[in-house]
């Protein structure tokens, strides 16, 4: 799955056959144009030695419109609150490489702080790979509350292994041994005997069972 949306992204070259986005391959693209089309979070998502805001802007928020929009981002995913307790606040370097003050996050904060990076840059097209894996579930449905409203009218490919969070998208592709094997509404595929249904119940039951 990670895979097939680095394709996407053009990370990977594929070694055989094409990509097309509404009928062009996007080697037709101009690489950087393309580039920008794109907002990601991966598994192995990285930070830099820069501020906190700068990690999530890349010096772009220089009007009031940005700044406000960066503000509203950092306290819906959570990092308003740990800002608060910095003395430099979201000015604050992540990491000690240049000031001994510096924040080092832990998983679940700087998984806050790659999403907070893709729902700045405001792309048409959002990659979402288990972006919440290092969250705490308190943290991690505050984020799915928040999902509508940070990527409202965009193209949002979310990648999950967690079967229940599925139930918000619009389509599941459903990938096994490097095949795309389903895909429909989850509703559909709920009613269809297969890998979907298997994987879904199968995580049910566990649930239900530690509930007991």
């Known amino acids: 799955?990670?895979?097939?949306?680095?394709?996407?992204?053009?990370l990977y070259e594929p070694t055989e056959g094409t990509i097309l986005i509404n009928g062009i391959n996007i080697k037709a693209i101009d690489?950087?144009?393309?580039?920008?089309?794109?907002?990601?979070?991966?598994?192995?998502?990285?930070?830099?030695?820069?501020?906190?805001?700068?990690?999530?802007?890349?010096?772009?928020?220089?009007?009031?419109?940005?700044?406000?929009?960066?503000?509203?981002?950092?306290?819906a995913v959570g990092l308003k609150e740990i800002a608060d307790r910095l003395e430099k606040g979201l000015d604050t370097l992540v990491y000690r490489d240049f000031d001994d003050a510096g924040f080092s996050p832990s998983g679940g904060e700087g998984q806050k702080i790659a999403?907070?990076?893709?729902?700045?840059?405001?792309?048409?097209?959002?990659i979402l790979d288990?972006?919440?894996?290092?969250?705490?579930?308190?943290?991690?449905?505050?984020?799915?509350?928040?999902?509508?409203?940070?990527?409202?009218?965009?193209?949002?490919?979310?990648?999950?292994?967690?079967?229940?969070?599925?139930?918000?998208?619009?389509?599941?592709?459903?990938f096994d041994q490097g095949a795309l094997i389903q895909d429909d509404t989850p509703a559909v595929l709920l009613q269809q005997e297969g890998k979907y249904k298997e994987l879904y119940m199968l995580q049910a039951r566990l649930y239900n069972n530690a509930a007991e």
């Open 31 to 75: 690489y950087e144009h393309y580039q920008s089309w794109f907002a990601a979070v991966f598994q192995d998502f990285k930070l830099f030695s820069f501020s906190i805001k700068d990690n999530i802007t890349f010096g772009t928020d220089t009007d009031e419109t940005t700044k406000r929009e960066l503000m509203r981002i950092t306290e």
């Open 130 to 174: 288990e972006p919440t894996a290092a969250l705490d579930p308190k943290a991690e449905s505050t984020i799915y509350e928040q999902f509508d409203t940070f990527f409202k009218d965009k193209c949002s490919l979310y990648i999950s292994h967690r079967m229940a969070v599925t139930a918000f998208s619009d389509r599941v592709l459903v």
């Open 115 to 126: 999403i907070a990076r893709a729902a700045y840059k405001n792309a048409p097209i959002v």
């Open 1 to 10: 799955k990670s895979t097939f949306v680095k394709l996407l992204m053009r």
